[in-house]
């Protein structure tokens, strides 16, 4: 099983909603990613857990907060948005982070998020 | 800092004909590993090929070839016998080693293919 869960597949909300978005794996994988991605352009690395701790956040606006409450979920709360954050949200996950073999990062299908 | 250049943005290929995809990195580790995703229009990123900096053999993965030139530092996508369904956006992707660079996944610019009946 292969497989990296997103949910939801679309949301639309409001700049003073709070929302959240679920990522769930059950490959065993303990790194676990966050993107964002605009149209047409690649995807931009937001957060990393490495064995459910924050290893890596890539200066994102503290209106995005991750969480990952154990190894084989990812969550990322929303609020305050701005319409400019609009994009499709990608959570991966891969074996780990301890080398650079073959730990290719598998995707979901992603949240596309827009904000109104 | 790494970087992954992919300089065509859009080409276009005729189904069952062979296409090459071009990707140059830059990085100062020895120790990096390469990676090929598709994402069609529905979102999802599909892993396809993987090349590890120090595999002698370049990787193969049925319709799927990499071309790796480690001097020139380039790693170019080969498809094969294109098809329809490979109409896509094709990333080339980075990961070095967890010592430099906390072993993120660094991606290019992207090329759209399409493929023509």
């Known amino acids: 099983d292969t497989e990296v869960t997103q949910t939801p597949k679309h949301l639309v909300m409001g700049m003073t909603n709070k929302k959240s978005l679920k990522c769930e794996q059950h490959?065993?994988?303990?790194?676990m990613y966050w993107y964002k991605q605009k149209a047409k352009k690649p995807p931009e690395l937001m957060f990393v857990?490495?064995?459910?701790?924050?290893?890596i956040n890539e200066s994102v606006p503290s209106r995005f907060s991750p969480e990952c409450p154990n190894s084989s979920l990812l969550n990322l709360h929303l609020h305050a948005l701005q319409p400019e954050d609009s994009a499709l949200y990608l959570c991966?996950?891969?074996?780990?982070?301890?080398?650079?073999?073959?730990?290719?990062?598998?995707f979901g299908q992603g949240t596309r998020l827009t904000v109104v | 800092a790494q970087k992954i250049t992919q300089t065509q943005p859009g080409m276009f290929v005729q189904e069952k004909e062979a296409v090459t995809l071009d990707c140059t990195y830059d990085t100062s580790d020895q120790s990096y590993g390469l990676f090929w995703y598709k994402q069609p229009s529905s979102g999802e990123m599909i892993f396809l090929i993987y090349q590890g900096s120090y595999d002698e053999q370049n990787a193969t993965e049925g319709r799927y070839s990499l071309n790796f030139q480690k001097a020139r530092k380039s790693a170019n996508l080969v498809i094969s016998a294109s098809q329809l369904g490979d109409s896509a956006m094709y990333f080339c992707?980075?990961?070095?080693?967890?010592?430099?660079?906390?072993?993120?996944?660094?991606f290019g610019q992207g090329t759209e293919l399409s493929v023509k009946p």
């Open positions: 857990y490495s064995y459910e701790k924050l290893s």
């Open positions: 991966a996950s891969s074996q780990d982070l301890s080398g650079t073999g073959r730990t290719e990062a598998f």
């Open positions: 490959m065993g994988h303990r790194a």
């Open positions: 992707a980075m990961r070095e080693s967890p010592y430099n660079q906390g072993g993120k996944l660094i």
